[in-house]
């Protein structure tokens, strides 16, 4: 059986949905950390189950858009170094999830492992290292200041995602029907 075709109105429509949610946990459902303008954020860990869902490209674009919109309605202004590692961090996730597998019903230790193998690696590159110098090279910020918002961002992010998103992911697999499972009577 071939595979079907994505559906492009679906994926828009997904992405705005995701976009806003995404948005919508950012600005109101994260918890402070003890570093300015840091926060445990949950919205991580629901871009896990979205990139699963809906793959890398539309969690890409999702959280892209949220955190643009989290950045003007919070900050007044882009911070489009963490932005863009927001967009990538969806990416990630989607190449971490094997969506075939988990519209199938199948989210396995081994899944969990690799999926938070993955997740971890890019939280730190991403936020402990690329944002931060981003922010050096384009926004002249002070080096000290940036790396340690970016390693607690790191770590914070990382937890979500592990608490969070494999917990959701785990919950959207056993609600899917798992293939052969069914027979007739």
Known sequence: MATPKPNPVKTVVAIGIGAAIIFILMRFVMLP??????????????????????????????????????????????????????????LCLGYAVNGKKLAQGIFTT??????????????????????????????????????????????????SVAIIGTALLKLYAKTRTKAGSLKLD
């Open 33 to 90: 950390t003890f570093v300015a303008n840091t926060k445990i954020q949950t919205a991580f860990g629901f871009l896990a189950l979205f990139a699963g869902i809906f793959g890398p490209f539309a969690a890409a674009v999702a959280a892209f858009i949220g955190h643009l919109l989290n950045d003007i309605t919070q900050y007044g202004s882009a911070w489009f170094s963490w932005i863009t590692c927001s967009g990538i961090l969806g």
């Open 110 to 159: 081994k899944d969990i492992i690799y999926f938070n193998i993955i997740q971890t690696a890019a939280n730190f590159i991403l936020w402990a290292l690329v944002a931060p110098s981003v922010d050096i090279m384009i926004y002249a910020e002070p080096e000290n200041k940036v790396y340690v918002q970016g390693l607690v961002s790191a770590i914070v992010n990382t937890i």
